[in-house]
């Protein structure tokens, strides 16, 4: 098997039937699985899958598992060369598997790849970003990044200076779609079960590249991308949950000084964003 395809879903039924519909449309060549990781979703999404696409390997949990463990439940199920993390609010268009795939033959020392995440109306989506080191963070909180957008220091977090149309190494795409080769999994480890729902691709990537791996953004491939309709329907839960994971990547990457050092302020601005008073800047 070539190509696997791992989604883990929860509660976002029709999004998923058209992602699966242009997983149809648009396979892989050399043989594509796709494997479905059902968080115990209300509204009969596992029933779908189960009627509509009968070849689709769906694992339906009894309870919410969370992304992460979602993931590492299908990527321990998967049987392909390749491995492909990939939201079920996004439609795969014709030859970006293929494309994607073929690049690693020619960059072996690349261990995963993120594309063109672009809106139902063709713009494109701010979907790559620095890791948040504590001065990048820092400077996003002082607003730094919104004066000089265009600064690689001050805009650093989240990449704002980034037109998008290079082909470009970065620290971490967004994990909408994160191909990853197996033998770069099987190098790196699963996901880490105790980042649940945000930064466990971001905490993939870090060891990825600690570990020497590349991590590679290709702005020749696009793929559609709703964005962020499972997260959406918790919001204010998701919210405190990405600045928990937040000081968690600190308490597992830095120094616990600065980890005792923002975490008032990122509590401070969790409350903020929960609140509605302020559109915040965290988040996986």
């Not at 494109?124 to 890791?131: A, K, V």
Request: aromatic letters at 12%.
């Amino acid at each position: 098997m070539r190509l696997s395809v791992l989604i883990v879903n929860w509660n976002t039924r029709d999004l998923l039937r058209a992602c699966l519909q242009s997983l149809d449309m648009y396979p892989a060549s050399g043989g594509q699985e796709v494997i479905v990781v059902d968080n115990a979703s209300s509204d009969d999404s596992a029933e779908m899958v189960k009627c509509e696409f009968p070849n689709v390997k769906l694992i339906a949990s009894d309870k919410n598992l969370g992304y992460a463990a979602g993931n590492n439940t299908a990527i321990k199920a998967a049987t392909g060369d390749y491995l492909l993390l990939l939201n079920p609010d996004t439609e795969i268009k014709p030859d970006s598997l293929e494309r994607a795939i073929e690049y690693f033959k020619t960059h072996p020392q690349v261990g995963a790849v993120g594309v063109k995440l672009i809106y139902p109306n063709g713009n494109p989506q701010s979907s790559c970003r620095s890791f948040p080191t504590p001065l990048a963070v820092m400077w996003e909180y002082l607003g730094f990044s919104r004066l000089f957008p265009k600064s690689k220091v001050f805009g650093a977090y989240r990449m704002t200076w980034f037109n998008y149309n290079e082909e470009i190494e970065v620290d971490q795409p967004m994990g909408t779609f994160l191909l990853i080769p197996g033998y770069a999994m099987d190098a790196v480890g699963l996901m880490d079960e105790d980042f649940p729902i945000f930064f466990n691709d971001v905490d993939w990537c870090k060891r990825a590249k600690k570990s020497g791996w590349k991590i590679m953004f290709l702005p020749n491939i696009e793929i559609i991308h709703h964005g962020g309709e499972s997260t959406r329907q918790v919001k204010k839960a998701m919210i405190w949950e990405s600045h928990r994971s937040l000081l968690c990547f600190y308490r597992k990457h830095y120094s616990p000084l600065w980890r005792l050092l923002l975490a008032p302020i990122v509590y401070a601005n969790a409350f903020i964003r929960a609140r509605g008073w302020d559109k915040g800047f965290v988040g996986s």
